[in-house]
């Protein structure tokens, strides 16, 4: 089993839908970081969390850390926000496991 | 753009050739991390150096090795190449390496070997 699970793996939306990406994770963790990758390779950082919410824009993230799960909801989206998005963990304990760990990520498709 | 420079962006080479990546961190940046992003493994760190030293270790492969200057910027060798070592590469930077702090990706670096 992964330590982080991401779902759905590819999701279609209509422009102007509100979408959810949904991360769950199995470790304990000092932080979750969601990051974007556009079609040409880039890897963008939309946020980084630790607790409770944050917004920025059209994008809001969201933690429970008692439930090891995270969401990136994108309202009114737009075709512009066709992309990747991958979760990524940073562990609690000392070495490596203090690095990032990564989902699958989730193909996001907004059709105009 | 993050601020992070990687070159070259891509590379097209034939196994059992030795290959090097570079990457410049952003300004003030002190802590340069390589990760490795393939089709069937995903993103997956590799290494991170802060203000010189190696600080983590994580799957990178012992025909790998990276190292970071006094000047920060930070080169990571890939040797003895494998079809398998085909990927891209990124290197991010963040002011301390610590847990809280949020890291710039570069471009990435498309490595091909046939």
């Known amino acids: 089993k992964n330590e982080v699970e991401q779902s759905p793996q590819n999701l279609t939306a209509q422009e102007g839908e509100f979408i959810t990406i949904n991360c769950s994770y199995s470790v304990g963790i000092s932080a979750l970081h969601w990051l974007q990758q556009h079609p040409g390779g880039g890897i963008v950082s939309l946020f980084m969390l630790s607790s409770g919410k944050k917004k920025h824009g059209r994008l809001i993230a969201t933690i429970n850390i008692q439930e090891k799960h995270s969401s990136l909801h994108i309202t009114a989206s737009h075709p512009r926000d066709s992309a990747v998005y991958i979760c990524a963990v940073r562990g609690v304990t000392s070495g490596s496991a203090r690095q990032l760990t990564f989902g699958s990520g989730t193909q996001l498709t907004v059709l105009p | 753009d993050s601020g992070v420079t990687q070159t070259p962006k891509h590379l097209i080479t034939a196994t059992g050739q030795r290959v090097t990546l570079r990457c410049s961190p952003r300004?003030?940046?002190?802590?340069v991390y390589w990760y490795q992003q393939s089709l069937d493994q995903g993103l997956q760190f590799l290494i991170q150096?802060?203000?010189?030293?190696?600080?983590a270790k994580g799957n990178i492969l012992e025909r790998f090795s990276a190292q970071q200057f006094p000047d920060l910027h930070s080169e990571l060798n890939l040797s003895s190449l494998e079809l398998g070592d085909s990927a891209l590469y990124f290197c991010?930077?963040?002011?301390?390496?610590?847990?809280?702090?949020?890291?710039?990706f570069g471009p990435g670096t498309r490595l091909t070997v046939l």
């Open positions: 991010a930077s963040s002011v301390s390496g610590g847990s809280t702090d949020t890291q710039y």
């Open positions: 150096y802060y203000n010189g030293e190696e600080r």
């Open positions: 300004s003030g940046d002190l802590s």
